[in-house]
């Protein structure tokens, strides 16, 4: 197996199953790349909360298997006014939120806070989409978010263990990782895709609301980076930082690659 100076600094299942950040030369074990399997972040734009109703444009959908994409526009048989009705709508719902989420990474609110305020914000915008589908229309769009979940969970399942080794490989080559080490980073991993699972489960179920899923995982990033580094010597801490700094540069410097191109979609 290949192994790159670059990685990326969160959970396997982050990755794999919710598209939170692409891992430079690593795929998903089906050919398409962690940043393609289920898009990309943006502002988690692919993550769960990325939809119809919160993110995305209103012409394009999730993705299918695979990757490849769902023109909802044609998939639900919206008129070019509902098309921009429901774009005018999220478009309002991103401003809102994105003053949530600011004001998280601010510690200007608590997790606790951010959620009942995205999941209230949310659900008055799956109202407003609502009203502008049709009956069919919006059952219809039910039932395509609830594949496209579906596939996630399948994927965290079926690619964990493999991308929870290639971190491993990955933090291992860059920081010099000795056995011990090894074990308590992979048991961080393993209880970070456990995490991830339960979020998506708990959105399958309803207990959650899917945008909320955004505020869940990035907390749970941030905890396992914080435990990773808790292993570490003062030495290795500071590569690791470096090196995190560095991937965060090159994502606002110069974008995910991917064979899908630009644009994402409100899966």
């Known amino acids: 197996m290949n192994r790159s100076k670059h990685f990326s600094f969160v959970t396997a299942a982050s990755i794999c199953a919710l598209g939170a950040v692409a891992v430079m030369g690593t795929g998903c074990g089906d050919g398409t790349s962690a940043s393609d399997l289920l898009g990309s972040e943006s502002a988690t734009a692919a993550s769960a909360d990325s939809d119809l109703s919160s993110g995305g444009d209103a012409g394009f959908g999730p993705r299918g298997s695979h990757g490849s994409r769902v023109d909802l526009q044609e998939e639900l048989g919206l008129t070019d006014e509902q098309a921009e009705a429901v774009k005018t709508a999220r478009?309002?719902?991103?401003?809102?939120s994105k003053s949530v989420?600011?004001?998280?990474?601010?510690?200007e609110i608590s997790l606790e806070e951010a959620i009942s305020q995205i999941t209230e914000l949310a659900t008055a915008?799956?109202?407003?989409?609502?009203?502008?589908?049709?009956?069919?229309?919006?059952?219809?769009?039910?039932?395509?978010?609830?594949e496209r979940l579906q596939e996630r969970i399948d994927r965290i399942n079926e690619y964990s263990a493999e991308m929870v080794e290639r971190q491993l490989e990955r933090l291992t080559e860059a920081l010099g990782l000795s056995d011990d080490q090894i074990a308590s980073i992979q048991t961080i991993l393993q209880a970070g895709v456990a995490s991830e699972l339960k979020t998506l489960q708990q959105v399958q179920s309803?207990?959650?609301h899917s945008a909320v899923a955004r505020l869940v995982s990035r907390a749970d990033r941030a905890a396992s980076r914080e435990a990773i580094a808790a292993?570490?010597?003062?030495?290795?801490?500071?590569?690791?930082?470096?090196?995190?700094?560095?991937?965060?540069?090159?994502?606002?410097g110069g974008g995910r690659g991917g064979h899908?191109?630009?644009?994402?979609?409100?899966a």
């Not at 478009?91 to 809102?96: A, D, F, I, L, Q």
């Not at 989420?101 to 510690?107: C, D, M, T, Y």
């Open 231 to 252: 292993t570490l010597t003062a030495e290795q801490q500071e590569t690791f930082g470096e090196l995190a700094d560095r991937r965060r540069g090159g994502r606002r």
């Open 101 to 107: 989420h600011e004001a998280l990474k601010a510690e």
């Open 206 to 208: 309803g207990e959650i």
């Open 260 to 266: 899908h191109g630009g644009g994402r979609g409100p």
């Open 125 to 146: 915008h799956d109202a407003t989409v609502q009203s502008i589908l049709t009956a069919d229309q919006w059952s219809q769009w039910q039932v395509l978010k609830a």
């Open 91 to 96: 478009e309002s719902y991103r401003e809102e």
